[in-house]
């Protein structure tokens, strides 16, 4: 008997147009600033997170604060989040604890990032634009939950909600995986290439979303590096 899969959940009672599609060379635009609209994603788990890995490709001009990929469960409101506190430093959360990776400021140019985390031995890897930054200690013996409410554009400080807007993302997303290992080296690169990849709980050629507020999905106006 197989393990029983677990919807990640469409946050129930918000109006919305769920779509599942292939977005190669297309992106989210997130168009106001500050901005109260966010994505929803929808996920496949069988079971609780030991290990993973999340990517994602961003464009912005954005020098405040901004999250860039939240997932909370009801016990915890950043059990994994990307978050973006100033244009030279980049936060990665598992379990509410992050870690900080101080990166050059950007060229106005897109950015890919990868995280990993593996909870037997507490490691955390980031990976900017197909390279390695030093590995850190996180969270070592935890486990993600399941259940979860995954959204690119806002930072949840409740299940679902509890939204700060000076902390919304403004820009263009792209590129957005989510899977339950850690990737090696060459595939961390390959994601930053997008050469092909493992299959993923979220891959963006077949995306299952929900759009709330002002997001537009547009063919990328130019090509990211390494694409």
């Known amino acids: 008997m197989g393990h029983l899969q677990l919807w990640l959940p469409v946050l129930a009672g918000l109006a919305g147009i769920l779509a599942q599609e292939d977005l190669y060379r297309k992106v989210f635009v997130f168009r106001k600033d500050p901005s109260d609209a966010y994505v929803v ?26 999250s860039l990929f939240s997932y909370a469960t009801k016990a915890q409101d950043n059990e994994i989040l990307l978050f973006k506190p100033k244009p030279e430093e980049y936060r990665f959360y598992v379990g509410g604890k992050f870690v900080t990776y101080r990166v050059p400021e950007g060229r106005r140019d897109w950015e890919h990032v990868c995280a990993s985390w593996e909870s037997a031995t507490g490691i955390a890897e980031f990976w900017l634009n197909g390279k390695p930054w030093p590995r850190k200690g996180l969270q070592r013996g935890y486990t993600v939950g399941a259940t979860a409410a995954i959204l690119l554009g806002q930072e949840q400080d409740s299940f679902g ?50 759009v709330k507020g002002d997001v537009v999905v547009k063919p990328r106006l130019r090509e990211a590096l390494g694409t």
């Open 161 to 210: 909600g509890g939204f700060d807007l000076y902390n919304s993302f403004s820009g263009e997303l792209t590129d957005v995986y989510l899977w339950d290992t850690g990737l090696s080296p060459d595939k961390m690169r390959a994601a930053f290439l997008s050469l092909r990849l493992p299959p993923a709980l979220l891959t963006w050629k077949s995306l299952s979303y929900e």
């Open 41 to 66: 994603l929808r996920a496949r788990l069988e079971q609780p997170l030991h290990n993973f890995t999340v990517c994602l490709r961003s464009y912005t001009d954005l020098s405040r604060p901004h």
